[in-house]
């Protein structure tokens, strides 16, 4: 079987972290005080089941789908740029899939893909189109792997569909999938605040991701053996039209998921903290994806944290990039003739 494959989709690489024990020691702001860290919406769950791969016969279902689990955790060793085979290089980055689709897409609140096969065909708004779970695992190539497109007839795209397909066994189209995404979390009153959170990762983030935030190699550089910590911003790490680049995506999986380790359940950083040092992080240099002025063609279906524009409501760069966001909510739904609603949590999508 050919090698490689990847998707490390939408939202790519951004594994803010410290150490799991670690506890918080830079204050929220006051104003957060009041803020919940989960909103009830999050406490009634089923339970988290992961479909265990590996009795999966060996026949070629069953090596589908573990070459596409494969094309997950080892995406530099296997499609990215400093692979042997030119004709392999389809990623254009050294991280994993799985530096934002936790333990290879299957932990609760960590970008899982359980429920994801179910989900497509569907409308896309980034594209005004409906579109396959093959156009989305090609979105996250082109943005959060800052690469290019994996060949639509090749072995990569379909093991990838195929793992996408084994981990959704059982969750019925159209029914939503508790545990996907990043966990709600309510949302800020004021403006993130980068200043505070470039304190927040000096705490916490550093330690793994390095003060410059370029992560730490698994090697050296050209081994195509990735890092055992992603970069968080640099030449190296997701674009700017990846889905991570968003604040409110970013903040929910910071909050789920950082320090490394942590669960939902029991959070290490303070909610107004998460939104701050995400915002910190996003506020980096990283590559440019161009064309991103053709994204979401109907403006007003734009996510209001989206971090370049146009945009139809006339609020200003800067707050799309850190908030408050219900404002623009307002802007928008009033534009549309609907009345407006409040903020509800930040669940990052797949």
């Given at each position: 079987?050919?090698?490689?494959h990847a ?11 410290g150490?799991?024990?670690?506890r ?17 919406s999050?406490k009634?769950?089923i339970?988290w089941i992961v ?11 069953g ?5 596409g689990?494969?094309l997950v955790?080892?995406?530099a060793?296997?499609?990215g740029?400093?692979v ?7 990623a ?6 799985q530096?934002c689709?936790l333990?290879a897409g299957?932990?609760e609140?960590?970008?899982p893909?359980?429920?994801?096969y179910?989900?497509?065909?569907n ?5 005004g189109?409906?579109g396959t ?16 497109e ?6 990569e795209?379909?093991?990838m569909v195929?793992y ?8 019925p ?8 995404g ?5 949302e ?10 470039k ?5 916490m ?5 390095g003060?410059n935030?370029q992560g ?5 550089v050209?081994?195509?053996r990735?890092?055992v910590?992603?970069p ?13 680049a ?5 903040a ?5 998921n950082?320090?490394?380790g ?6 290490v950083?303070?909610?107004?903290d998460?939104?701050d040092?995400a915002?910190f992080?996003?506020?980096q240099?990283r ?13 007003l ?12 409501d006339?609020?200003?760069?800067a ?9 623009i ?14 903020a509800?949590?930040s669940?990052?999508?797949?």
């Amino acid at each position: 079987m050919t090698k490689a494959h990847a998707v490390c989709c939408s939202l790519a690489a951004i594994a803010l972290a410290g150490l799991a024990t670690v506890r918080i020691v830079v204050a929220a702001h006051a104003a957060d005080a009041a803020s919940p860290d989960a909103p009830a919406s999050n406490k009634a769950q089923i339970p988290w089941i992961v479909p265990d791969i590996d009795k999966l016969p060996d026949d070629d279902w069953g090596q589908t789908v573990r070459y596409g689990r494969d094309l997950v955790n080892k995406t530099a060793s296997l499609i990215g740029p400093e692979v042997t085979d030119p004709g392999q290089r389809f990623a254009g980055n050294n991280l994993t899939c799985q530096n934002c689709h936790l333990e290879a897409g299957t932990k609760e609140f960590g970008l899982p893909f359980q429920g994801v096969y179910a989900d497509f065909p569907n409308y896309r708004a980034r594209s005004g189109s409906v579109g396959t779970i093959e156009d989305r695992i090609q979105g996250c190539m082109v943005r959060s792997m800052n690469g290019k497109e994996l060949p639509p007839d090749g072995a990569e795209l379909t093991a990838m569909v195929a793992y996408m397909k084994f981990l959704s066994l059982g969750h019925p189209v159209g029914a939503p999938t508790p545990g996907r995404g990043s966990a709600a979390m309510a949302e800020l009153p004021r403006a993130a605040d980068p200043q505070h959170g470039k304190a927040v990762y000096a705490q916490m983030c550093a330690a793994c991701h390095g003060a410059n935030g370029q992560g730490q190699r698994v090697g050296t550089v050209g081994d195509a053996r990735g890092y055992v910590f992603p970069p968080l911003w640099g030449p190296d790490s997701f674009n700017d039209g990846a889905g991570m680049a968003r604040l409110i995506v970013a903040a929910g999986f910071v909050h789920s998921n950082m320090p490394k380790g942590i669960t939902w359940q029991q959070p290490v950083l303070a909610v107004g903290d998460a939104w701050d040092v995400a915002a910190f992080v996003n506020s980096q240099p990283r590559p440019h994806k161009e064309n991103l002025e053709k994204d979401f063609p109907n403006r007003l279906q734009k996510p209001v944290d989206t971090p370049y524009g146009p945009y139809p409501d006339g609020f200003s760069l800067a707050q799309h990039e850190l908030g408050p966001f219900q404002p623009i909510r307002d802007a928008i739904k009033k534009l549309m003739g609907q009345k407006a609603t409040p903020a509800s949590s930040s669940s990052a999508p797949h």
